[in-house]
């Protein structure tokens, strides 16, 4: 049976969500973590996040009066160390990211772990808070990971797309993204050669996101706008991110909230358990090995 409409507070229509993965280095170090090459441009094009981008991502929310959730790496945290005492005192929230942005299927439980556990460490001793939410590098998630998250009382992740509103996957707070508001989709070049096409324009981007957002206020949707500083923090794709969001913002029937405020909504409202799944690896696998096709290739 298909479920009710989401509900959003005081009779909100649906809302939004700006965040950014403030990734900066930590994705190159994790590809490098052998051994790092002595080449500077993709580590330059990186380093403008941290130096430049970021900055002009924050004044643009100041503008707008608009807070966000900033998912950092950790390893980003002790590189930059004025990030995340930064953030917090211009009140938007800080999220955890991984250490060096590991990507999942490269990475055992048990070193998932010791990245979350010094992560963890790191936030606390540079924002003197708990961090509520955990992102995972490039969006995968597994059913332990979602076990190490609630063992260590983390309230919610956004990394996995089963709605395009909050909902609940075995217990966890699941607060939705989605791969089409996602700036390294369109913006993400490195050059050398190893693009297969440009970069998009940014106001054909933003013009796209507008109307995602209006589509989407007839279902109730949480549009989740997910930016990286070193990519959207360029002159041009911060003017079109304002433009996006003072599009929304004009809308009264629009509720903007942190990823964290979110989370506390869909807990402390009548949402919680209407929309909670499994993760629920068993049924499909049974359905794999008991395919005509799998049989065969088997043999």
Request: aromatic content about 10%.
């Amino acid at each position: 049976m298909r479920a009710p409409p989401y509900r959003w507070p005081d009779g909100k229509r649906s809302a939004l969500c700006f965040t950014a993965d403030v990734d900066a280095e930590a994705p190159y170090l994790w590809t490098h973590r052998a051994g790092l090459p002595r080449h500077l441009a993709l580590l330059e094009q990186r380093r403008f996040g941290p130096r430049e981008g970021l900055w002009r991502i924050l004044d643009m929310l100041d503008r707008l009066e608009i807070r966000g959730t900033f998912f950092t790496p950790s390893v980003v945290a002790e590189l930059h160390p004025q990030i995340l005492p930064a953030l917090v005192e211009r009140g938007h929230e800080v999220g955890l990211h991984g250490h060096l942005h590991e990507i999942v299927a490269e990475t055992t439980q048990t070193e998932f772990e010791e990245a979350l556990d010094r992560s963890l460490a790191v936030f606390e001793a540079q924002t003197k808070a708990r961090p509520a939410g955990f992102r995972s590098p490039a969006w995968e998630l597994t059913p332990g990971m979602i076990d190490a998250l609630k063992v260590r009382a983390i309230a919610y992740d956004s990394s996995l797309s089963g709605f395009d509103h909050p909902y609940e996957i075995d217990g966890l707070v699941e607060i939705p993204v989605q791969w089409q508001i996602d700036d390294a989709v369109f913006f993400r070049f490195f050059g050398g050669g190893v693009d297969k096409w440009p970069p998009a324009r940014a106001a054909d981007v933003g013009e796209a996101w507008i109307e995602e957002f209006e589509a989407g206020r007839a279902y109730g949707q949480l549009l989740m706008i997910t930016i990286h500083p070193w990519i959207s923090g360029r002159a041009q794709r911060v003017a079109m991110l304002e433009r996006v969001l003072a599009h929304v913002a004009a809308r009264d029937d629009v509720w903007i909230a942190t990823a964290g405020e979110i989370a506390r909504w869909h807990v402390e409202s009548g949402n919680a358990g209407i929309y909670a799944v499994e993760s629920g690896l068993d049924a499909p696998a049974a359905a794999i090995a008991a395919s005509p096709v799998t049989r065969r290739s088997a043999r």
